[in-house]
């Protein structure tokens, strides 16, 4: 069982900064594929790829610590479209796992 706990999230106003904290438990922290996604009102959650997606590419960093067991994603230049519940996850020895989720408002 590995519990993840979010924090960080909140509101921004547009081209502002936000970094969103994943702290995970368990012993084998290396082994777990991890992951940030986000969710859209009505929407399927969607996975962040900041190396692949153009909604994010130059904009989002995944930030992994083994020591810590932390997973950050640093937003930079945040826009409106941003505003969603996101969710970071991991997968470990066949199951996955989700944190709470945090919400995050781009507004002016």
């Known amino acids: 069982q590995v519990q993840l706990v979010e924090s960080g999230g909140g509101l921004v106003q547009p081209g502002g900064s936000l970094r969103l904290h994943c702290k995970a438990s368990?012993?084998?922290?290396?082994?777990?594929?991890v992951a940030w996604y986000r969710q859209f009102p009505g929407k399927l959650r969607e996975m962040i790829a900041p190396?692949?997606?153009?909604?994010v590419k130059g904009r989002f960093t995944i930030l992994r610590n083994n020591t810590e067991r932390t997973i950050d994603l640093q937003m930079d230049r945040l826009r409106p479209e941003d505003t969603a519940v996101y969710f970071c996850?991991?997968?470990?020895?066949?199951?996955?796992?989700w944190g709470q989720g945090t919400q995050v408002t781009v507004s002016s």
């Open positions: 996850t991991v997968w470990y020895e066949g199951n996955g796992y």
């Open positions: 368990g012993s084998d922290f290396s082994s777990y594929v």
């Open positions: 190396s692949d997606a153009d909604s």
